[in-house]
């Protein structure tokens, strides 16, 4: 069964099945393998219905095979470039993690101050 695919394997399905956890896809008439949601698209896929249907062809990557229970993991998301915006903001998080430093600053002059009045205190 595993001598015709391979892990890597880009090829195309269709859609055998769907449940809330994921698509069954066959790569041929004996072999079939299951998309997890989350291999879907890139983002957030809250209902998978909003993007398969039973019958679609669809292009998959094979990320697994467990040869001793014949489970195949596939993956829709791994054959498609990961969209601009999704680029844009991951640039936007970093350039506002490398300024937050500068944002603690003045509660890091001030812990000092803090410590100096409880010591003061305490006496």
Do not use: C
């Amino acid at each position: 069964m595993a001598e015709k695919f391979e892990t890597g394997q880009v090829l195309t399905g269709k859609v055998t099945g769907i449940q809330p956890y994921g698509a069954f896809v066959a790569l041929d008439e004996q072999v079939q393998g299951l998309v997890h949601i989350s291999e879907v698209t890139h983002g957030f896929v809250k209902d998978i219905n909003e993007h398969l249907s039973v019958g679609d062809e669809v292009k998959v990557k094979i990320l697994d095979i467990n040869e001793e229970n014949g489970k195949y993991s596939l993956s829709i998301r791994a054959t498609e470039e990961a969209p601009a915006k999704q680029q844009q903001a991951s640039s936007q998080k970093q350039a506002v993690s490398e300024d937050a430093p500068a944002g603690f600053n003045t509660l890091k002059d001030k812990l000092q101050d803090w410590i100096k009045q409880t010591e003061g205190n305490r006496k």
